[in-house]
């Protein structure tokens, strides 16, 4: 959600003509992408258009041949040459991914307090204070002392966004944190995306639920062979797709 009364409304994402390739595919376009400080961004677009590269550009998990991006303040240079930043860009950027990545021999509460105490340097009973309140917060605290594997799929991927919360992120990334659930665990992975969204979470979000997105976003944009071809509220590109590469996708898809 946009704050309009929000300290600063310099950008919390830069990304200026930001170009990757894998080989000789090229795989973003020049992307211009600046995102505000508690601004709901949804990434929509075909498989294989490159919204995972995309986001996993922004903290470093790919690198880009060319153009810029800084994330809060932090430059990340083309070619993976910045690794200081890189460094910072990891601890104040967290994703949660298709795939929940827990540890699986950490029981669910040390899964959350292993970064806070590895990274941020915390004592262990200030991290599981701050575990449990995740915990809770995303409705497993009952859930703590099990390991993940007797967890369900939204189980663990609420595990997975305590775990990335646990590090104060500024910004908040997910790739299609919903995709390989079952349907009926969706709703509750979504309600905690939604409750995040509503304390002020600034969020880049690539999912094809489209019903949320349209409710939760500030912005919507679609891309197509990693160019973005058209960006607006949900209603304008929901509603009114201007182009008609969005009107085919959108016909596909909703
Ligand atoms: P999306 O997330 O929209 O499905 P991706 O960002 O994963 O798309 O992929 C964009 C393009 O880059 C696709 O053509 C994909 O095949 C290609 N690609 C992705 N990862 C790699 C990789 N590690 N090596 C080579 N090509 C890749
Ligand atoms: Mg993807």
């Not at 298709?98 to 950490?106: I, M, R, S, T, V």
């Not at 929901?238 to 201007?242: A, E, K, T, V």
């Given at each position: 959600m946009n704050h309009s009364n929000s300290a600063s409304n310099k950008p919390i994402v830069h990304m200026d003509k930001v170009n990757k390739y894998f080989g000789s595919l090229?795989?973003?376009?020049?992307i211009d992408l600046e995102i505000t400080p508690g601004e709901v961004v949804v990434i929509i677009g075909a498989s294989g258009s490159g919204k995972s590269t995309l986001i996993r550009c922004v903290n470093g998990l790919e690198e880009f041949q060319n153009g810029h991006i800084e994330v809060d303040g932090n430059e990340l240079l083309p070619n993976g040459k910045s690794s200081k930043a890189l460094q910072t860009i990891r601890t104040e950027v967290g994703m949660v991914f298709?795939?929940?990545?827990?540890?699986?021999?950490?029981s669910v509460r040390d899964n959350v307090t292993l970064a806070p105490i590895?990274?941020?340097?915390?004592d262990r009973g200030r991290a599981t204070e701050i575990a449990n309140k995740l915990l809770e917060r995303v409705g497993i605290s009952d859930q703590?002392?099990?390991?993940?594997?007797?967890?369900?799929g939204g189980q663990q991927q609420r595990v997975a966004l305590a775990r990335a919360l646990a590090m104060e992120p500024r910004l908040m990334l997910f790739d299609e944190?919903?995709?390989?659930?079952?349907p009926e665990m969706i709703g509750e992975v979504l309600d905690a995306m939604r409750e995040l969204a509503n304390e002020g979470m600034t969020m880049m979000i690539v999912t094809h639920e489209m019903g949320f997105a349209r409710e939760v976003a500030d912005r919507v944009i679609y891309i197509h062979g990693g160019q973005i071809v058209e960006q607006g509220s949900p209603r304008e590109v929901?509603?009114?797709?201007?182009h008609e590469r969005t009107q085919n996708f959108l016909s596909r898809v909703l």
């Open positions: 090229h795989v973003l376009q020049d298709q795939q929940f990545n827990l540890f699986p021999h950490l590895k990274v941020r340097r915390l703590a002392d099990k390991y993940p594997s007797q967890l369900s944190p919903t995709s390989a659930l079952d929901f509603d009114n797709p201007q």
